[in-house]
């Protein structure tokens, strides 16, 4: 059973912008916190931005000021806004909901970003 999906990778020019989706189910957009991760090719998975509830959030040093993480309540999906994107930002992005223990956290199937002239 898929609870969250991802939408909205793809290349892009350094500089420029994409915005990545997630779509969860009403149980896990309201009570779960959620996040983004990434992870380039031969590095560890790293945190980018996780929000508990409203539209608070923090980021990773590497992505603060250019990635905003936001939530659309009517369609229960969580967005990233990435702005003046770089090419060390190229990596494949996941979205996370963080679930209560013992059950494990939940994953999105992850989405290709690559930002390269």
């Known amino acids: 059973q898929v609870q969250l999906v991802e939408s909205g990778g793809g290349l892009v020019k350094p500089a420029g912008s994409l915005r990545l989706s997630c779509a969860a189910s009403d149980i896990i957009f309201s009570r779960y916190p959620m996040c983004w991760y990434r992870q380039a090719q031969g590095k560890e998975r790293e945190l980018v931005a996780v929000t508990i509830r409203g539209n608070n959030a923090n980021y990773a040093d590497s992505v603060k000021g250019r990635f905003t993480l936001s939530r659309e309540y009517a369609k229960t999906t969580i967005h990233l806004q990435m702005n003046s994107l770089k090419s060390e930002d190229t990596s494949v992005y996941y979205c996370?909901?963080?679930?209560?223990?013992?059950?494990?956290?939940?994953w999105g199937q992850g989405t290709q970003v690559t930002v390269s002239s």
């Open positions: 996370n909901a963080k679930s209560p223990p013992p059950y494990p956290d939940l």
